[in-house]
């Protein structure tokens, strides 16, 4: 990170019902002039590990607000920004309060930042991150509910949490493969995005892979996606603003 190696890779966010860009998701990737291109999954979990994850999260933010003035001038100046807290970062900092002063510092607009959270930091202690979203949201940041049915869902923590968006972990999709899909598969889909409107959350579903998913999506009711479909995770630079 001090020496910037660890990169902003942008990926794609669409309204599923129009070929709208809405938004952007920030990934981290480290770029080692030795070992070349490496995915968080080569060493978010070491991170993890020693509790340390918290200065990549910081980073990845700070690195988003000092791309503002490049993206505006690429055109996406109005586009949201999404990124990942780790459960992990509430434990040993006051994560709103690292967002609130960094976003100050560089005058970024709250409205402009999604704060995504994962699915499992909800269910550990529903009351304490319940009270932290609370605060992001009276602040004008948007929370998200990351990788929703991924193993702890809980009907319950979806009736009490205050957030924006509910995100639908990738495997709702790979269930629906292309020309061989499990009617019980899309029906699960179908049913939990319908009930995440009734309770009057907005949804998103990430892993888009073909446009026979992107049409089930569009049939289930489901407004938002991502996936290597609609776009992979790039540099800002190499993104076509066609």
Not at 155 to 162: A, E, K, P, R, V
């Amino acid at each position: 990170m001090d020496k910037g190696w660890i990169e902003l890779y942008y990926q794609p966010i669409y309204q599923v019902n129009h070929p709208k860009l809405t938004g952007f998701e920030c990934l981290a990737r480290w770029n080692d002039p030795k070992r070349g291109l490496l995915t968080p999954s080569m060493f978010v979990t070491v991170l993890e590990q020693y509790h340390l994850v918290g200065l990549l999260d910081h980073y990845i933010l700070e690195k988003i607000c000092q791309e503002t003035p490049l993206r505006k001038k690429r055109g996406f100046g109005d586009i949201p920004i999404s990124y990942n807290v780790s459960r992990d970062d509430f434990n040993y900092t006051d994560v709103f309060d690292e967002v609130y002063k960094t976003t100050t510092k560089y005058g970024i607009d709250h409205h402009l930042i999604n704060i995504e959270i994962t699915e499992s930091a909800f269910s550990d202690d529903p009351e304490f991150i319940g009270q932290q979203v609370k605060r992001f949201r009276n602040a004008g940041f948007h929370v998200w509910m990351d990788d929703f049915g991924s193993e702890y869902s809980s009907l319950g923590t979806l009736q009490i949490m205050d957030v924006n968006l509910v995100k639908l972990d990738i495997r709702f999709l790979c269930a629906c493969k292309q020309n061989q899909e499990d009617p019980r598969a899309v029906n699960l889909l179908t049913s939990t995005i319908q009930l995440l409107k009734a309770l009057g959350l907005h949804t998103l579903c990430e892993g888009v892979e073909s446009k026979n998913q992107l049409e089930i999506l569009k049939a289930a009711g489901c407004e938002k996606a991502q996936g290597f479909y609609l776009g992979k995770p790039q540099r800002l630079e190499d993104i076509q603003t066609k």
